[in-house]
């Protein structure tokens, strides 16, 4: 197996689920700047917490359908739950400290390599030409998008110390490796015979469970005003569950380095809604970015063609298929 998706139609409807995720996740740091009064914590426990907890209770009948198998893997259970509440801390503080394209870049960035080297040494699966391909295009894109965000974001006034910005870029690596194991997690279990909505509740489901206490401390702001609960609701329902649902779907059909590297259209679509929606400015540099992204996602979800067979096995076939008259001849002769 490869971490290039299959060119299957299943593969295909998997991409596509996890493009559309992709999507939602973009709006999150647009949407986040609607309140400005509640803290990283509070809207990643709200977002990742309550869509987790709603995951966990729409699919509560496959999730006790499914608990001999998810008894039988508790500890991938355990380690997908850390890696739910981690993440959301590390993200919405990442893009606290960095800037909300730099943190989101850095995050979703790094998730691939971190997903390849989960699978490389945890599965031992090995990955395509076209992944290697498709990542070093995607990577390169995010890589000159967080390059014109930072110089932006430092030539502009009020620009946070340069001390915060390289914590906000630590952090945002620390949520690209919470984000693959979770990610690793889900697809571990839904591998291993769990289906993809009782393995996305199960693990998102404990995950939320964790922030419970980080949401009770520090999520009054988020009841404060209409706004700020608005936007509350939103991230837990929108990107959070619908996304989350649609990246469950799509680890059904692809593996995770693929789902990971197809997420890297998450920041390209965060940078564009913060031009549109925010007024940021985006440089050349940024928009250069961006093609690459585009081309990487083109490249993982172009369907395949069928591999032509070498000279050698096409002359084997061949003779395979020759008639045998000597043979037949022999025989007749023998039975008369």
Same mark, same amino acid.
């Given at each position: 197996?490869?971490?290039?998706?299959?060119?299957?139609?299943?593969?295909?409807?998997?991409?596509?689920?996890?493009?559309?995720?992709?999507?939602?996740?973009?709006?999150?740091?647009?949407?986040?700047?609607?309140?400005?009064?509640?803290?990283?914590?509070?809207?990643?426990?709200?977002?990742?917490? &309550?869509?987790?907890?709603?995951?966990?209770?729409?699919?509560?009948?496959?999730?006790?359908?499914?608990?001999?198998?998810?008894?039988?893997?508790?500890?991938?259970?355990?380690?997908?739950?850390?890696?739910?509440?981690?993440?959301? &801390?590390?993200?919405?503080?990442?893009?606290?400290?960095?800037?909300?394209?730099?943190?989101?870049?850095?995050?979703?960035?790094?998730?691939?390599?971190?997903?390849?080297?989960?699978?490389?040494?945890?599965?031992?699966?090995?990955?395509?030409?076209?992944?290697?391909?498709?990542?070093?295009?995607?990577?390169?894109?995010?890589?000159?998008?967080?390059?014109?965000?930072?110089?932006?974001?430092?030539?502009?006034?009020?620009?946070?110390?340069?001390?915060?910005?390289?914590?906000?870029?630590?952090?945002?690596?620390?949520?690209?490796?919470?984000?693959?194991?979770?990610?690793?997690?889900?697809?571990?279990?839904?591998?291993?015979?769990?289906?993809?909505?009782?393995?996305?509740?199960?693990?998102?489901?404990?995950?939320?469970?964790?922030?419970?206490?980080? &949401?009770?401390?520090?999520?009054?702001?988020?009841?404060?005003?209409?706004?700020?609960?608005?936007?509350?609701?939103?991230?837990?329902?929108?990107?959070?569950?619908?996304?989350?649902?649609?990246?469950?779907?799509?680890?059904?059909?692809?593996?995770?380095?693929?789902?990971?590297?197809?997420?890297?259209?998450?920041?390209?679509?965060?940078?564009?809604?913060?031009?549109?929606?925010?007024?940021?400015?985006?440089?050349?540099?940024?928009?250069?970015?961006?093609?690459?992204?585009?081309?990487?996602?083109?490249?993982?979800?172009?369907?395949?063609?069928?591999?032509?067979?070498?000279?050698?096995?096409?002359?084997?076939?061949?003779?395979?298929?020759?008639?045998?008259?000597?043979?037949?001849?022999?025989?007749?002769?023998?039975?008369?």
């Amino acid at each position: 197996m490869t971490g290039a998706a299959q060119p299957t139609a299943g593969a295909g409807l998997g991409a596509l689920a996890v493009l559309l995720a992709s999507v939602l996740w973009g709006t999150t740091g647009t949407a986040a700047t609607f309140a400005p009064q509640v803290g990283p914590p509070a809207i990643g426990a709200a977002a990742m917490g &309550l869509g987790g907890l709603l995951q966990a209770l729409l699919a509560g009948r496959r999730i006790a359908g499914a608990r001999t198998e998810l008894r039988a893997q508790w500890r991938t259970v355990l380690v997908g739950g850390a890696g739910v509440a981690l993440y959301p &801390l590390a993200f919405y503080t990442s893009m606290h400290l960095a800037g909300v394209a730099v943190g989101t870049v850095v995050s979703i960035g790094s998730a691939p390599l971190a997903s390849a080297l989960i699978e490389r040494f945890a599965d031992g699966r090995t990955l395509s030409r076209r992944w290697l391909a498709g990542a070093a295009l995607g990577l390169a894109g995010t890589v000159l998008l967080c390059a014109a965000e930072a110089a932006q974001a430092g030539a502009g006034p009020g620009t946070g110390s340069a001390r915060q910005t390289v914590v906000g870029v630590l952090l945002g690596l620390v949520a690209g490796l919470t984000y693959a194991v979770y990610a690793w997690a889900a697809h571990r279990l839904i591998t291993r015979g769990v289906t993809s909505r009782a393995a996305m509740g199960a693990v998102f489901g404990l995950g939320g469970l964790m922030l419970v206490p980080v &949401l009770l401390a520090t999520g009054a702001p988020l009841v404060a005003s209409w706004t700020n609960a608005g936007v509350g609701i939103y991230m837990a329902l929108v990107p959070m569950f619908t996304g989350y649902v649609l990246f469950g779907y799509g680890l059904s059909r692809i593996p995770v380095s693929t789902a990971t590297t197809l997420s890297l259209l998450e920041p390209a679509v965060a940078a564009v809604f913060a031009v549109l929606v925010v007024g940021e400015h985006l440089s050349a540099l940024g928009w250069t970015g961006i093609a690459l992204v585009i081309a990487c996602l083109g490249v993982l979800t172009a369907p395949s063609r069928p591999s032509r067979p070498s000279r050698r096995l096409r002359a084997a076939e061949a003779r395979r298929r020759e008639p045998e008259p000597e043979r037949e001849h022999d025989g007749a002769a023998l039975s008369a």
